[in-house]
Every structure is written in C-alpha cells, then in structure tokens.
C-alpha cells in the first residue's frame, strides 16, 4: 500500500483551490504509512448544481406529500429560490403582515360598499408577491360570504409559488382553493402585459378591482404605464384601480409603511 499512498502527494499540489469539498480522515486501516489526504474532486459548479437539485428533490417530496401534482407541473422551474418553511414551500413577508390588516379595513369600508354585489366579486391582484395579502384578504371575503373569484399575479416564479402555498397551506381555509385562481406569471411593460401565454388567459376577463400593492414605487416606470394600460382595458365599467404605497399628498408622506 505505500506505494500508492506515494502517489496522492502529487494529488494535493495539483488540486485547484476552486475544487473539492474538503479532507476525509486518513485512511489507516490499509497500512500505517497511508496517510495523505483523500481528496473529492468536484468544481463549485457542480456543487451548486447539487444543492439546487437537493433543494428540488425537497420540494417535490413536500408537494407529493400534498397531493399538488397540478402545481408541481407549473412550478418546477422555480425551485432555485424557494425555501422551505416547515413543509411549506411559503416566503415570509413582514412587511406585508404589518399592513395586511390596514388595507383590508381601507377595502372594506371604502371599496366593497361601491361594488354591486348582484355577482361574484371579479378580482386581479398584481404583483401579489409572497401571497400574504391573497391569503388574508380571500379569507375575510368568504367570512363576510362575498362570493368572489381572485387571481393572483407575479412575474417572478418563487413567489407565485408562495402564492399557492399560502392558498394550499394546512392552516388556510380548504374554500379557498375553490374561489382563488392558481397563480399566474404577469409581467409589466409599457405596452401592458409583456407575457404572450397571460395576454391570452386574461383577454375577454374583466374585474371589478384591480390591486397593486407596493409596486409603482419600486419597478420601473414602464410598470406604472403598463399598470394603466392594464386598467384601462381589463377594469369593467365603474371598477377600481387599488393602489398601495409610500406616496406624498402635498409633499408630506401619508401613513404607510415607509
């Protein structure tokens, strides 16, 4: 055996520091005289691609154990950024815990009493984000017995699958899984919709609000266009456009979450 543990000195002093994950314990069992180094091989690529695939096997196991195969299918692509929570796949939002509460008091008292109510309430949240707000506001829609349909939005795939998680949680109320939309990619563009597939889904749909919360301070102007343009097409007669965020009435910052 020595002369193999001979020839793993010349291993080390060619080993890129870029490579490897670490040392294992000599291995002594062979012969007292082995004891270089055992070195695992594998550039920082590889690993990463390792961890996310990890990462993936993870979520899959989550969503199996869930019975979403319908969400999996839409969702598998995401699994880059997701973390889990638990057996959860859901993002936290502290910010959107802090002002849930106030924009739904501001939603029931100053929009809901404008809406006729002859027909499900016919919603579109727009960068919905983690999907605390979906979550909250479905939830207190079925307690006041509203009937409604609520789609959720984002461009970003992480968050959409927030949005499901939070709507498929255990601890969510089973009906809304009946009244909420899967959550759909919508990205914003000063033409309106930049997605093909979503133009598409959302042609002939009309809503009677439209929510932006936290959006047009923090994207690009074109956003803001896009967000106008989406109004003006999908809002139905007497609709409203919902907006949420740090704004200035007369150069003074109004109550938010700044």
Not at 45 to 51: T, V
Not at 191 to 216: F, K, P
Not at 239 to 258: H, M, Q, T, W
Request: charged fraction near 20%; include cysteine; aromatic fraction near 8%.
């Amino acid at each position: 055996m020595r002369g193999v543990a001979e020839s793993f000195p010349s291993t080390r002093s060619t080993v890129p520091r870029e490579m490897g994950v670490g040392k294992l314990k000599p291995m002594r069992r062979f012969s007292h005289s082995f004891d270089a180094p055992f070195f695992f091989l594998m550039p920082q690529q590889h690993l990463k691609y390792l961890m996310e695939l990890t990462q993936l096997l993870l979520m899959l196991i989550v969503l199996i154990h869930k019975g979403q195969s319908t969400f999996i299918s839409r969702h598998i692509g995401s699994h880059r950024k997701l973390v889990l929570t638990g057996m959860s796949v859901r993002q936290e939002s502290p910010s959107a815990e802090r002002n849930k509460l106030p924009i739904w008091d501001t939603l029931q008292s100053k929009v809901l009493p404008q809406m006729t109510m002859d027909r499900p309430l016919q919603v579109l949240e727009v960068a919905a984000g983690a999907g605390v707000h979906t979550q909250l506001f479905a939830e207190k829609l079925l307690e006041l017995k509203i009937p409604f349909r609520w789609t959720p939005t984002d461009p970003d795939a992480t968050s959409l699958a927030s949005i499901a998680a939070y709507v498929h949680d255990k601890d969510s109320d089973e009906r809304l899984r009946n009244f909420v939309a899967e959550p759909i990619k919508l990205t914003l563009n000063e033409h309106g919709i930049a997605e093909e597939e979503t133009r598409s889904i959302l042609e002939v749909s009309t809503y009677d609000v439209i929510i932006a919360i936290n959006l047009i301070h923090i994207s690009p102007w074109s956003a803001t266009l896009g967000l106008m343009r989406l109004a003006g097409k999908h809002l139905k007669d007497g609709g409203k456009l919902f907006l949420y965020g740090p704004y200035r009435i007369d150069g003074a910052c109004v109550e938010s979450n700044l």
